[in-house]
Structures are given as C-alpha cells and as structure tokens.
C-alpha cells in the first residue's frame, strides 16, 4: 500500500471512528469518557483556497468552522476558560460545568486576523504558542517550505544520504511521495542540517523559505499587541521548533528557557506555560518535563490525544481539531472523550 492510500485509509478509520463516537455521545452512552474538560490544539485558522497537493491541510480549519465549533460546545454546557485556569479546575470537586480550553500553535497571523473575532465573539480564552525563530523570521518552516517547493517544480534532485537522486513532481502522488521522503530525511537525522539542506534547496529552486515565514507569523509588533488583548495568554515554543527529545539536554534546555525569555521581552509577561514542538511521545519524554518544571513552566502541552485529568504528569494531552473533520458533530465526538476509549485509551 502506497503512503497515500495509507493516509486516506487512516483518515477513512478515524472518521468511522468520530461517527460512531457521536452516535454514541447522542444516544447517552459512555457518558463516564467526557472527563473534566477538554484543551484543544489548532494551528491556521483561515478560509481555504484549495489546492490539488495540500501536504498540511491537516492544519487548518476555517474561520466558519471555529465559529461552528464553539457555538457547539457552548450549547453542550462547556465553559471557556484559559488554558493557565485547568490545573485549578481539575483540582476542583467534580459536578461542575465542563470546560473547554483552546490552544493555538506556532503564532500564525491568521491567528490574529481571522482566529481572534471568532474567540472575541464567543468569548473564548485562548493560548497562543511562540516560536521565536518564526517570530522574527530567523528560521524556516520546513512542511511550508516543501508544500511551496513541491508545488511549484516539475522535479528536483536531492540528496538523503546516499547521493543525489532526481524526485518527479509531475503530480500529486509523486509530491505526496517526495514529502514522505523530506520528513521521513528530517525525524530521522539532525533537525537543523536536514532543514538547512531543504532550504538550501528551495533557494536554488527560486524560494526564499525565511520569506514564507515572515508571510506566515505574526512578528513582535503584533504578537506584543495580541498579548495586550483580554483574551489571549502567550505561551512558549522553543526558538527553532525541533524535537527537544532528540537534542541534548544543555541545548533543549535553551531552547525552552530562552523562548520563554524572548516571550517576556516582547510582551513584558513571562509564560507560565510551554508547547513541546511536534508534542509526539518521540519528540517530548520525561527529560523534557522535568527541565520545563526545573524552568518555572507550571503546564506543559503536548499534541498526545487525551483528556485533562486531576493527576497531571508534566504532560497535558490536547484533541486536535483538523482540517480533515471540519464537522460539528466531530467536535462533540472529541470533547465526549469516546473516541479515546475506543482506542483503549
């Protein structure tokens, strides 16, 4: 089975599994799975302009389905509440109201432009997740750069470790196939030189990827501004958003404690709370929730699907809403906590 036919297979499952979930949720059933609460992870937040390769449609969601999806919860009985109030609310008895808490990551300025008047209109908290070298446009997004490369080359040629091969580009497939391949060279070598290989080849190719980022990220003017905001709480995000779990522990230390800093020197508040990039159990393990403890960080978010509960463990678990489950229904399906325990979880 090919990359692609596995991706639309396990997309195919997961939506089973969301249907089923809400079924279950309508009928009254496995009311015991919803928990306390639930925190959820987004990233863009935009309209859609499609595209026939969409190698991170995954993380985007629309203007009209965040509006959709809070409108939802607030008729199921959730509260809104920033996501530094959970660790007090799971203190709490049980038999209150359930909440809902929503997180935003990487700092994208549609988070800003198009995210902002949903959570204003209903009220809602939300935590934005900085990156410093996104931020001030220091470094590149590699999965932005490549969708950008992919799209715009008939081919190009590259080298993984055993010499230069040539990758065709010719159509969505074969696209599909050479980001496989690109993430596959980055999770499995050092970060920072797969990612500068990728971008060296991007300016080869006529792509500036520190360009891409500046269009992408909110920059410190704007970020200082959203921070003055109501509703928005500034968390950090390391400063190049690789995998703290694979750098030693002197450089993921740096990479945590100096986010943080950067955080308080543009806003003048320093973040209590942290997101570790990717959030997988590869990328973030029990080394680096002791050093967010030992830097004063009292939450740690991760994008492991899970529900908050009282015994938090440096590790609080988000529901991601994804752009491929842009349906109400899904939304009540995650936050039921169902899909979890289907799962065994």
Known sequence: MTGQLKRLAKRAAIGAGLELSWLLALAGLMRQARGRGVVFTLHHVRPHVPE??????????????????????????????????????????????????????????????????????????????VAQGFAEGSHSIWWETLAVLLRRQNEIHFDFGRGSERLALDSPQQQWHAFDRFAWYIHRSDEAGAVAAIDRLARENGIEPTDITRELVMQPD?????????????????????????????????????SADYV??????????????????EAATGRE??????????????TQPGLPSA?????????????????????SALASGIPLKLMGR
């Open 52 to 129: 026939a390769f969409e190698p991170n449609a995954h993380l985007e969601i629309t203007p009209r389905f965040l509006d959709a999806a809070l409108g939802r919860l607030k008729r199921e009985g959730y509260r809104f509440v920033p996501l530094d109030q959970v660790p007090g609310l799971l203190a709490e008895p049980e038999g209150g109201k359930p909440f809902a808490a929503f997180t935003l990551d990487d700092g994208y300025i549609n988070n800003l432009e198009h995210a902002l008047p949903v959570f204003e209109r209903h009220r809602a908290p939300f935590t934005v997740f």
């Open 222 to 258: 704007q970020l200082r501004w959203l921070a003055g905001h109501p509703l928005a709480l500034l968390g950090a995000h390391t400063i190049s958003h690789r995998a703290l779990a694979r750098l030693p522990e002197a450089e993921a230390r740096i990479e945590m404690q100096v």
């Open 264 to 281: 308080e020197a543009v806003t003048g508040i320093r973040p209590e709370t942290i997101a570790y990039p990717y959030g997988t159990p």
């Open 289 to 302: 929730a002791r050093i967010a403890r030992n830097l004063g960080f009292t939450l740690a978010v991760t």
């Open 311 to 331: 015994q938090l463990t440096g590790y609080l678990p988000r529901m991601s809403l994804n752009g491929f489950y842009q349906k109400r229904r899904y939304v």
